[in-house]
């Protein structure tokens, strides 16, 4: 096991890697911006290194000051949480080349999946299925004769990155031109690559994903599914574990894909391979994570495994002392995103000291965050200031759980989305489980 761990990354991920290293005897690193010297993780850390001004790009995207963090402090390890440089293919290799463990995926294979037309190229040879579509798209000429081909209503989508940018849907053959181009220009500006596919826009459909742990003597689990379909502006709202969509049946076709997609690349560690859903039951590969996603707690909630634990474990190259037989879903788990936006604004953000903050408790409510009272929310990251989870033993009771938990939430000084959220899974078509990926369109 590593004896010392840098936390390369802020807010709640960082706060939940610290303890779970804590628990682990493991000691800690935290780093941090000018804006967050008085954040929660700082203090909790062992030790902790300021790498830069406020903005990301100064600091927790600041490769060399990170690297320079673990050398000076003698970690062994780096845990990049999410977002930020945990699916960078250059920083892994960085890190490789200073004698530092990136816990996460090799350089490799974050290149090869973070290239959305490589890694459709190699689902399809792995016998994924995979949604009709191109190879990448190289004018806009070549858009419009590929776009007659496929049919409409389409998607234009950016090779690299993620986050809903660099893609535009498409209803009219004389609209393709133009969108190929701004879907292109997006792309350049927000990943610096402007290479962009086409696929087929499957509509009316549920966002599926899978959970895989995966150690490097390759054994690989399939730790249940999560449904990911409320979202807004293809930004996650809300996951649950396990889909009302999925059967036994479904969830085995699901495993035997998504260990095919990993086996296929020589995954090791926690990832994520994310599917659509038709209403027909047919599943398309859509893309996949190769690092902890925001939504994990679903998964541990259901499972009982300590997902942080375990990628630090296989990182560390502890073998998988279980199998797929031994993966139990018990219950029913849900996990509402908290931003602080104001939702009658029209999500606009909001920061700002937090005057009062309660946090829900009781059986099986959990609330990631790394708030506290007193606390200044900064503008220079993303919204997200926590994450509320509950576990239950039907989803009916985790329904409501959630909705009490909610409504229980209060966080003085800012806005926040959290009755937004209890009254979302209190409507028809969640509680039903029949909403899907389009449910808020238009509802705005």
């Known amino acids: 096991m590593f004896p010392k761990i840098l936390i ?7 706060l939940r890697v610290i303890r779970a290293c804590k628990e682990m005897g493991v000691s800690t690193v935290a780093v941090f911006s ?17 790498i830069g001004p406020a903005p990301a790009a100064k600091s927790y995207l600041n490769m060399a000051s990170i690297l320079s963090a673990a050398i000076i402090t003698g970690a062994q390890a780096i845990h990049p949480g999410y977002g930020l440089l945990s699916e960078n293919a250059e920083f892994s290799e960085l890190c490789e080349r200073c004698h530092i463990k990136f816990i996460g995926a090799s350089a490799p294979v974050i290149r090869r999946m973070g290239d959305k037309d490589e890694a459709r190229r190699t689902m399809r040879e792995a016998g994924v299925p995979v949604i009709p579509g191109t190879d990448v798209i190289n004018s806009a000429a070549e858009a419009v004769q590929a776009a007659q081909t496929i049919g409409f209503p389409l998607l234009i989508k950016a090779r690299s990155g993620g986050g809903g940018r660099g893609i535009r ?5 004389e609209d393709v031109e133009s969108a190929f181009l701004t879907a292109s220009a997006e792309a ?15 509509e009316n459909v549920k966002h599926i994903e899978v959970q895989v742990l995966c150690d490097a003597k390759g054994h690989c689990v399939c730790l249940g599914e999560r449904e ?5 502006k293809n930004q996650k709202l809300v996951e649950e574990s396990p889909s009302t969509a999925v059967d036994s049946a479904l969830r085995e076709k699901l495993y035997a894909a998504t260990l095919r997609a990993v086996q296929a690349v020589g995954y090791e560690g926690v990832g994520t391979v994310e599917y659509l859903l038709t209403r ?14 925001v939504e994990h ?20 190259g502890m073998e998988l002392p279980f199998s797929q037989k031994d993966v139990v879903l018990r219950g029913h788990a849900i996990e509402c995103r908290i931003n602080a936006e104001n939702p009658a604004e029209g999500f606009r953000p909001s920061v700002g000291r937090v005057t009062l903050l309660h946090v829900p408790g009781g059986p099986w409510v959990r609330f990631d965050t790394a708030l506290y009272q007193g606390y200044f929310i900064p503008p220079y990251y993303d919204s997200m200031v926590g994450k509320m989870i509950v576990h239950a033993s039907s989803r009916e009771e985790a329904i409501r759980k959630m909705q009490a938990a909610l409504c229980e939430l209060v966080i003085e000084g800012v806005e926040h989305t959290g009755f937004f959220q209890a009254d979302l899974i209190g409507e028809e078509a969640f509680v039903n489980g029949s909403y899907t990926t389009a449910y808020l369109n238009g509802k705005e």
């Open 34 to 50: 000018e804006a967050d010297r008085d954040a929660l993780h700082v203090s909790l850390a062992d030790e902790s290194i300021c």
């Open 297 to 316: 707690p679903v998964t541990e909630m259901v499972t009982g495994y300590d997902l942080v634990k375990w990628q630090i474990r296989v990182a560390a």
């Open 228 to 232: 990911c379909s409320m979202q807004r």
């Open 169 to 173: 849907r498409v209803d009219r053959l």
């Open 280 to 293: 027909e039951g047919e599943f398309y590969f859509m893309e996949m994570n190769t690092r902890l996603q």
């Open 8 to 14: 390369a990354n802020r807010g709640e991920i960082a």
């Open 188 to 202: 350049q500006s927000a990943f610096g690559d402007g290479a962009v596919y086409m696929e087929k826009l499957l």
